[in-house]
């Protein structure tokens, strides 16, 4: 069984790397970089993904936005999904700020213009979390404008599916999340048939803000 890591919108999986550090060497894992994509359709993207698996029983962490692409696999038939977690993802678009999403400064936020303190609040969820931020500006130098404006595009053009997950899916719910609202779990809760909604301590980017937790998640159901 192979534990594949889908990024969220920076798509470079760099953000991962805290999570990675709580990984036991027995599991085998691969972080998809968005980039080594050839579409930037989630149903497209699912599609090549699955071919990529499609020999392997796997376990998708699906971050942020790649919730869309996650949501994607579990409908195609070429592919074995064990287990989705999702973690602070959205089906459809998930906030009011998303519907603005094309009025947001992209070269503000790459020339550090925005102070550590409140960025680190509304990612992390804490204004102290000075080297995750350092992190996500690593993530962010390492991602086009052109990119970001694509996805951007279809988190505001998301709506919610109607296909079921019938795959077992764990949410893992941010408990300060600024950028994706509570009620996108209704969402998960209409769409999936097995779903676990766990809440764990942190900001939005979870997977960073409590790594810990969310590879005890994890490694549950592996071990399992």
């Known amino acids: 069984m192979r534990l594949v890591f889908l990024p969220g919108m920076d798509g470079t999986g760099i953000l991962f790397e805290p999570i990675k550090k709580c990984i036991a060497e027995s599991?085998?894992?691969e972080v998809v970089t968005l980039s080594s994509l050839s579409s930037n359709n989630p149903k497209e993207q699912a599609v090549e993904i699955a071919e990529q698996f499609k020999s392997e029983e796997i376990v998708i962490f699906a971050e942020s936005?790649?919730?869309?692409?996650?949501y994607e696999l579990c409908q195609l038939s070429g592919v074995t999904v064990k287990h989705v977690f999702f973690a602070a993802s959205f089906l459809s678009r998930p906030s009011l700020l998303a519907k603005f999403s094309a009025l947001i400064p992209l070269s503000m936020m790459r020339h550090r213009i925005v102070p550590f303190a409140i960025l680190s609040y509304l990612l992390f969820g804490s204004a102290n979390r000075t080297?995750?931020?350092k992190l996500f500006y690593k993530a962010l130098d390492n991602v086009s404008n052109k990119a970001l404006k694509e996805r951007l595009k279809i988190i505001r053009r998301a709506i919610e599916p109607v296909e079921k997950i019938q795959q077992p899916t764990t949410y893992l719910n941010a408990s300060a999340d600024y950028l994706v609202n509570k009620k996108v779990i209704s969402a998960f809760k209409r769409v999936c048939l097995e779903l676990n909604v766990v809440n764990i301590q942190g900001g939005h980017f979870i997977a960073q803000s409590n790594p810990e937790k969310c590879w005890q998640e994890v490694s549950r159901i592996i071990e399992s």
């Open 27 to 29: 599991c085998s894992y």
């Open 65 to 70: 936005y790649s919730g869309l692409i996650a």
């Open 131 to 133: 080297e995750l931020v």
